[in-house]
């Protein structure tokens, strides 16, 4: 929930504020309200905490199997909240009304606070005719020898050959030709490192069971542990593991760690010794790895086999580690594997059904049906469905079918404790982390930072009290992205490699839906079926009741037609937390004034990708609201009311046509991120007042007091990209220095530019751009119509850590800036400088050692430019393009150029010819358009340069592919018989 506070805080910070409140206006004839309001805060808040603490509890297994357990959590969570909004509303009102406190006789303070008490006690009292609530403990860093049963038939065997053999492939060396020596030594120890990366169910932990009992294995190791880690690495549990084992002499119980690893070490000199550490989670601190690591380096040999589900487990050790370190990703099964693990092997099927072959192929389809239905690739889903299946007569396989899995008590109570979710074992924050992804689609691709930022402002992650605005976004944003690696080093989340996206499996996704309770609703087509259906006169859904709307505090819309009926009885959801739309393109264009008159306690609202044109005033109701989506529709204004929600911190505008904000932007002084595009014509004035603002995407610079370029001084928390534009409005080089953007530390992108050019701005652009120098750690500069004659020394410099630049349209420069000496510089992009005649070895600093770290490098649109002349040396730039460049006429040597793969020439129609010599050998690819000269030159027949790229393997001259002589023999080659 929202409040986890230590007992006393909740009604303390409340209360003082009342009574400060009070007393700075001298009004004792409150004195007995405060009392009567302070005690009854104080039981509120024991009742609250037990609630909390109960919530705590609940176990999750109790939620999949008990819905008296799923509608007390929802009825208790429901209480919370409201308990919640009743803080908050007492809080804001306090602070709007300021030196008028009739609001303590107008508003009946103590009785609602009753009635919440009342409330809460209740269902507090109706627990104790629950099931005990308990939690259930997992064994943690036990010893085991992995699965006890083997399962049949076992359908990686080609992976289990594949990592046995990266196991034995670095050890075998070892002890074959210098066993002897390294045994005396004790250093040279053969080592090596393989982990088996992949989601819950995916059979991970079996595979390393049959490589732990493969034969290959037991004769090459001299010693094989198993430590079931289901945790975090822990040095010292693991170390004792192994010794119990290994039934150590000099092991004891209870002797000092530094003893152990002494032990440890002196006897594992001289052996080959091989450890499965199964689901390795996460680290408690990575020196505890490196001990033990150093700890098997008196052995002969050493492979260590590693189960996990979290992608940090293997960055971590790839990074730490001093052997190799090989990840092994582990992929679903087929549906034809899946299929015949539900079949059983091939044996104990025909002794068990003993049937025709006619009646075995209907079952060998029914169980095809049900792999493809229900597995999803998992093994271990495939086992429950097996064990289940064959203790059902035959005639009732086809009958899962007609059933949702989740629906049959059996399957669901194996299968998601065999996933190792422990929905106890887990804090309260997680659990509403957890829970919230319940409101997302299926196969939904889940973007981090979003996420986070909805638990923000749903209040999961908090510090503070009720009604008390966000004083730390910055550090909230930590605690969420942490919140985040935690749900995916659990595989509740998973990370796609191939497809870049986080993604959510189906089976976790339908336990979230188990656990969430009534709390959460997903309104998708089967609701807006059913919903209709009920609107229509027809008998109450099985899917929907008519009172439907009581229940829910956070709604998603899932559906593209969103019916008028569905808005309207969305009014009626009383105390609704979240509304958010997460389709393309939903057919909403419409919002009634009186959705957000009565949605008063909202705290998320995304209308995002719907085709809505306007905001309806009243959403300037919505006091409690904290993020507010309306990218990629059609709305074109903001109302003034907007500047009422003094609690939002996140405003998304991104797509749409909104082209002004309102003039009292500055009164959103909670806003965290203002998301837009680069289409406002001015900005709203005294944005500088939005100390909290992190996320700024454009800045236009203009005259009028309260939108000059000083406005940013106190906007010290901005961070990832910034454009400020029209830098022509500002006044002088001392109004530039007030923007302080040395201070701005957490900016990594930067873009500066210049509308107009004229004499007057040219000779001041010098100055501002020499007061507008970023800190050191700015990584990515973008400059845009800067009319200076020269650059500002702070861009040559050694000490900038630049690793990108972009320099367009700077009309008043004749030279290029001296940027060679850049250390981490890996993309420089110069266009459109239309003085620039002459490149030279000025522009790399007159060194040997220049552009260390280039990677690319483009000259564009340069209209004058004659001659690039002098040392081409870039140890490390892969791709070269010279584009638009009608009167060069000459290039520099290319051959120092030894990282050299890509070289494109376009639209340089002097250009007579390409440098002296061959080209790098590196040059896979040479590109030319619309250069007739050097196309003539680098013909095959008569071509004067053909010499030079006749071994380039491809080379294409104005979209036609030339054949070189590289690329011929690589032709024969591929079609040699």
């Not at 199997?65 to 308990?83: F, N, P, Q």
């Not at 990370?495 to 959510?504: D, F, L, S, T």
């Not at 997460?582 to 085709?611: C, D, H, M, P, W």
């Not at 007057?760 to 652009?765: K, Y």
Request: overall charge neutral; proline content about 4%.
């Amino acid at each position: 929930m929202a409040l986890e506070f230590v007992t006393g805080v909740f009604a303390s910070v409340v209360v003082q504020e009342f009574i400060d409140t009070i007393k700075s206006f001298g009004c004792d004839q409150f004195r007995h309200v405060i009392a009567d309001v302070e005690k009854k805060l104080q039981a509120l808040e024991m009742s609250y905490v037990k609630a909390q603490s109960m919530l705590d509890k609940v176990d999750g297994w109790e939620l999949i199997s008990s819905k008296l357990h799923r509608e007390w959590v929802g009825d208790v969570k429901r209480a919370c909240y409201d308990i919640e909004d009743l803080i908050a509303d007492v809080v804001g009102e306090m602070r709007k009304t300021q030196n008028d406190l009739s609001f303590l006789k107008n508003w009946i303070v103590s009785r609602e606070i009753d009635e919440q008490q009342q409330n809460l006690d209740a269902l507090l009292e109706k627990a104790s005719n629950l099931v005990t609530l308990h939690s259930m403990e997992h064994p943690r860093n036990t010893v085991g020898s992995g699965p006890l049963t083997d399962f049949k038939p076992f359908k990686r065997e080609s992976e289990k050959d594949e990592i046995i053999k990266m196991l034995l492939l670095s050890t075998t060396f070892r002890g074959s030709s210098s066993a002897a020596s390294s045994s005396r030594s004790g250093r040279g120890t053969t080592g090596i490192i393989v982990l088996i990366e992949g989601m819950l169910g995916l059979g991970k932990t079996f595979l390393a069971y049959r490589i732990k009992n493969d034969i290959k294995i037991q004769r090459f190791f001299d010693q094989k542990f198993w430590v079931n880690l289901s945790g975090k690495f822990n040095l010292a549990e693991v170390l004792r593991s192994i010794m119990v084992q290994a039934d150590m002499e000099e092991y004891q119980e209870k002797q000092q760690l530094e003893v152990e690893l002494k032990s440890f070490r002196d006897w594992c000199k001289g052996k080959r010794i091989f450890i499965v550490i199964d689901d390795l989670c996460n680290f408690l601190n990575l020196q505890d790895w490196e001990v033990f690591e150093s700890l098997l380096h008196s052995t002969l040999a050493f492979a260590i086999l590693i189960t996990t589900r979290n992608p940090k487990v293997t960055k971590s050790l790839t990074s730490i580690s001093i052997v190799p370190v090989i990840t092994h990703y582990l992929k679903g099964l087929s549906i034809e594997d899946c299929q015949s693990i539900i079949l059983g092997d091939s044996e104990s099927y025909i002794t068990h059904t003993n049937n025709s072959k006619r009646r075995r192929h209907t079952q060998e389809q029914t169980a095809l049906e049900i792999a493809e239905r229900f597995c999803k690739g998992l093994p271990l889903v495939a086992n429950v469905i097996k064990l289940n299946l064959y203790s059902e007569p035959e005639g009732r396989w086809s009958n899962i079918l007609c059933r949702d899995l989740w629906e049959i008590p059996v399957f669901r109570e194996q299968i998601f404790p065999a996933f190792r979710l422990n929905y106890s074992d887990i804090s309260q924050p997680l659990k509403n982390c957890f829970c919230y992804l319940s409101l997302f689609p299926i196969d939904y691709n889940f973007k981090k930072e979003d996420l986070v930022q909805y638990w923000i402002a749903e209040g999961f992650i908090m510090q503070g009290h009720p009604g008390e605005p966000h004083h730390t976004a910055g550090s909230l944003e930590e605690m969420g992205n942490h919140l985040f690696d935690e749900l995916l080093s659990r595989s509740i989340i998973v990370y796609e490699n191939e497809a870049i996206v986080y993604k959510m499996h189906e089976y976790i996704h339908c336990y979230t839906q188990h656990v969430s309770s009534d709390l959460y609703m997903r309104i998708d087509e089967r609701f807006i079926d059913a919903h209709s259906s009920l609107s229509n006169g027809m008998p109450s859904s099985t899917v929907i009741s008519r009172t439907w709307f009581s229940k829910p505090r956070h709604v998603s819309l899932v559906s593209r037609n969103i019916t008028t009926s569905v808005l309207k009885d969305l009014e009626k959801c009383k105390g609704l937390r979240t509304l958010v739309t997460l389709l393309e393109r939903v057919e909403i264009k419409e919002l009634a004034y009186g959705l957000f008159s009565k949605l008063q306690s909202l705290r998320v609202l995304n209308l995002s990708a719907t085709y809505i044109k306007e905001l309806p005033g009243s959403i300037g109701n919505l006091k409690h609201l904290q993020l507010l989506d309306v990218s990629r529709t059609y709305v074109e204004d903001l109302p003034i009311s907007i500047s009422k929600l003094t609690r939002l911190q996140v405003l998304r505008l991104t797509g749409c046509y909104i082209l002004e904000l309102p003039k009292d932007m500055h009164k959103l002084t909670n806003l965290v991120h203002l998301e837009l595009d680069k289409r406002l014509f001015c900005m709203p004035p005294h944005i500088g007042k939005l100390t909290k603002l992190q996320t700024l995407p454009e800045f236009i610079v203009g005259t009028e007091d309260g939108c000059r370029i000083t406005e940013l001084n106190n906007l010290k928390q901005l961070q990832g990209s910034i454009c400020l534009t029209k830098l022509e409005n500002v006044g002088d080089k001392d109004e530039a220095k007030k923007a302080m953007l040395g201070n701005k530390r957490f900016i990594k992108k930067l873009e500066l530019g210049w509308i107009k050019d004229s004499n007057d701005t040219r000779l001041q652009a010098k100055g501002v751009l020499k007061r507008l120098e970023p800190h050191r750690d700015l990584e990515e500069l973008k400059v845009i119509g800067y009319g200076g004659a020269k650059f500002p020394n702070w861009l040559s410099s050694p000490e900038c850590k630049l690793t990108s630049i972009h320099l367009r349209r700077c009309y008043g420069c004749r030279r290029l800036p001296i940027l060679g000496q850049i250390p981490y510089l890996k993309a420089l992009h110069i266009q459109e400088m239309c003085r620039v005649q002459y490149v030279d070895d000025e522009f790399s600093g007159g060194t040997t050692s220049n552009f260390p770290a280039l990677e690319l490098l483009i000259l564009q649109d340069m209209e004058n430019l004659k001659k690039w002349q002098g040392t081409m040396f870039m140890p490390r730039l892969r791709d070269l393009r010279i584009l638009g460049c009608p009167v060069l006429r000459a290039l520099p040597y290319l051959n120092r150029l030894a990282a050299l793969i890509n070289l494109e020439i376009k639209d340089c129609a002097a250009l007579q010819s390409l440098p002296d010599g061959i080209m790098p050998l590196s040059l896979k690819q040479l590109i030319i358009e619309d250069s007739d000269l050097l196309k003539q030159r680098c013909l095959q027949e008569g071509g004067a340069d053909w010499c030079k790229i006749s071994l380039v393997p491809r080379v294409v001259i104005d979209f036609e592919p030339i054949e070189t002589l590289t690329s011929y023999t690589i032709h024969e080659v591929d079609h040699r018989p």
